[in-house]
Structure formats: structure tokens, C-alpha cells
């Protein structure tokens, strides 16, 4: 055992340790760069066949490990033509240093917070004019089907943008925005949401409300809905519809969610002592005031 540990010290420097923390991340980085779109399942062919060609050179099947190593051969090629796209967002990001305000977190905090603000402000102006509004921010789950519904916009988050994607009679004012507050960036506009099938739920509420509590409940996402009838603003998370939020506690919420916890434990993020009470609306039962019959 002693000679063990001695000839695995011996393999191992510290410079080893570097090069596999740098690979680790590396390899994170890709997962998540795929993560909900269509490279993913095509990452997961080749991990199969990956797999499959050391176990069919073991298992002494000359003839498939011969046409493996072809297959991985001519599918890096394949890759890099099909997910052009994907390839080119990646590289925008290292451009636009996006790594750096993750890795900084410091900096990261400050461009967030900074888009919450930018967010709040135009929630408050729309519930102050009755203008509706649904806006929907990812944590961890990806959105893309989701995306694919509607209008690629990929633009910087403001307060201006935000309004006049929402005013009555626009040709986007009626569907959702996606927006990701980890890179700042108003994805896309005008998306259809999946309604919640919920069979007993409360009869007053409108098509806007039905959307935000069915995104919510086969995602991570938190969607913000502003009433067109009466301006109150909501929130929905995780099936859970909450009304009634000021501008700053809707600060103080989104902070919390994504800047405030630790990113590994979103799933933990909407625990029953966080919720208030007081702006729990229970969808199956009572009344509301507002009649929301657009999205």
C-alpha cells in the first residue's frame, strides 16, 4: 500500500492539478454552451460513441471499432458545420467577456443588479398606465423551445426597449420576453407560453396569468406579470402565483433570486418560509378583480 501511494504521488505534480482543474471547467463550460439546444442531444451521440469504441476494440469487433473511429473522425467536422451558430455564440461570449463578470462575481452582481433596475422601472411605468406585460427570467432550465416561438431580438435590457415592446397595438405587445439576467440581454419578444392545464383553477384569471403559472411550473423560471386591467403586478414561481408587489420589493425579490443565492442551490430558492402570505392568491378558489384575456 505504501509503495502505492508513493509511485501515485510520484505521477502526480501540482501542475497536474492545474491542467485538470482547467480541463474540468473547460468541459463545464461546453455543457452549459449546449445546454438547450440541439447540440445537446448530438453531444450525447457522441459520448455514446465515445463509449462504444474502446468497449468494441475490448469485445475484439475490428470491423465496428474501425467504423467508430471513422464516425468521431468525420464528426468534428459535422459539428462544426451543423452548429455554426452555437460555435459563434460561444466565442461572442468569450469576446464580450462574459466569463470574466461570472467569475468575477463582484462585477457579475453589478451588471445584474443594474438590469433589475433597468426592469423594475418599466414593470412600475406599464402597472401605472395599465399596460399588460409578461416576462419571463430563466435560472437553470433552458428555454429554447420556448425562444423558437418568437421574435430574435438579442438586445442590450432597458427600461425603454422593455416599454415599447409592451405598448398596446405593437406587433409584439400580445406574447411573452424571455430575458436573461445572467447576460443582460433581452432574448426574444412575442413567445406563446404553455397555459397551466390545471382543471380547477380560478376562473377570473386571464390568458397572461394562466401562461406565466404554466411556464412556471415546467421551469425554474420566474415570470413577472403586469395586470392590463388593474396594474397590479405578479409573480409566479413554481406554480405558485403571488400579487401585489411594489417596485421595491419586486427589487428585492429578483435580487434574491438571482444574485443573493448561490446559483447551485436554485432549486432550494422558493422554500415555504420565503413565500409571503400575504401575497399568496390561491388559484382555485376566490375572486380577482382583473380580467386578463391576452397574453
Not at 61 to 80: D, E, K, M, Q, R
Not at 136 to 165: M, Q, R, Y
Not at 217 to 227: G, R
Amino acid at each position: 500500500m505504501e509503495n502505492f501511494f508513493i509511485t501515485l504521488k510520484s505521477q502526480f505534480s501540482f501542475s497536474n492539478i492545474i491542467e485538470i482543474l482547467v480541463i474540468t471547467f473547460l468541459i463545464y463550460k461546453i455543457l452549459m454552451w449546449i445546454r438547450g439546444t440541439q447540440a445537446e442531444q448530438v453531444g450525447k451521440g457522441l459520448i455514446m460513441v465515445l463509449f462504444l469504441i474502446p468497449f468494441s476494440s475490448w469485445l475484439g469487433f475490428t470491423t465496428l471499432n474501425y467504423i467508430l473511429n471513422i464516425v468521431v473522425t468525420w464528426a468534428v467536422i459535422l459539428i462544426v458545420v451543423v452548429f455554426q451558430p452555437e460555435l459563434r455564440s460561444a466565442l461572442e461570449q468569450l469576446g464580450n467577456n462574459k466569463l470574466f463578470d461570472r467569475m468575477f462575481k463582484s462585477s457579475g452582481e453589478r451588471k445584474i443588479y443594474n438590469s433589475v433596475q433597468e426592469i423594475v422601472k418599466a414593470t412600475v411605468e406599464m402597472s401605472d398606465e395599465r399596460i399588460g406585460a409578461l416576462m419571463v427570467f430563466p435560472v437553470n432550465t433552458g428555454l429554447k423551445d420556448i425562444e423558437s416561438t418568437g421574435i430574435k431580438l438579442n438586445a442590450d435590457i432597458s427600461t425603454e426597449l422593455l416599454e415599447n415592446i409592451f405598448t398596446p397595438n405593437r406587433p409584439l405587445h400580445d406574447g411573452a420576453v424571455i430575458i436573461d439576467l445572467w447576460s443582460g440581454k433581452v432574448k426574444t419578444a412575442g413567445c406563446l407560453l404553455p397555459l397551466t392545464d390545471r382543471k380547477t383553477l380560478n376562473s377570473s384569471l386571464g390568458t397572461r396569468h394562466r401562461a406565466g403559472i404554466g411556464i412556471s411550473e415546467k421551469s425554474d423560471a420566474v415570470v413577472l406579470i403586469v395586470s392590463e386591467e388593474t396594474g397590479i403586478i405578479s409573480v409566479a414561481e413554481k406554480g405558485v402565483l403571488r400579487r401585489g408587489f411594489s417596485g421595491d420589493e419586486l427589487i428585492e425579490l429578483l435580487s434574491e433570486r438571482f444574485i443573493d443565492i448561490d446559483k447551485d442551490n436554485d432549486d432550494d430558492a422558493l422554500e415555504e418560509e420565503d413565500i409571503d402570505d400575504t401575497k399568496v392568491f390561491d388559484v382555485t378558489e376566490g375572486e380577482i378583480d382583473d380580467e386578463d384575456n391576452d397574453q
